[in-house]
């Protein structure tokens, strides 16, 4: 599967922002979806993931209540919505997939990454 994430910007601190991730291929409801991000000189984390059919949505500490990640699976598409942006929110936002139905929270158990989508969060 091939990953598409959209939707950075600039935003001060405070508002709104939504990542789109667009996902080709025809079995994008048998992948786990989630979101990480890397910030300058740290290393990547996760944010947040969601499993096939959308039932279990486990967040990061750090963006809980904050963030919302959803699918839809009709149109091969996730999202992340990020609310009350923080300066600590600024990084790097990359889209992740990985076949089957579990859930994982490190980098090297989802073999599909996008490209990356920058979210600068000003104070």
């Known amino acids: 599967v091939q990953l598409q994430a959209f939707g950075g910007g600039l935003v001060q601190a405070g508002g709104s922002l939504r990542l789109s991730c667009a996902a080709s291929g025809r079995t994008f409801s048998l992948y786990v979806m989630g979101w990480f991000r890397q910030a300058p000189g740290k290393e990547r984390e996760f944010v947040a993931a969601?499993?096939?059919?959308?039932?279990?949505?486990p967040y990061a500490d750090s963006v809980k209540g904050r963030f919302t990640i959803s699918r839809d699976n009709a149109k091969n598409m996730v999202y992340l919505q990020m609310s009350s942006l923080e300066p600590e929110d600024t990084a790097v936002y990359y889209c992740v997939a990985r076949r089957g139905s579990l859930i994982h929270f490190t980098t090297r158990e989802y073999e599909f990454w996008g490209q990356g989508t920058k979210v600068t969060v000003s104070s």
């Open positions: 969601i499993n096939t059919n959308g039932g279990s949505t």
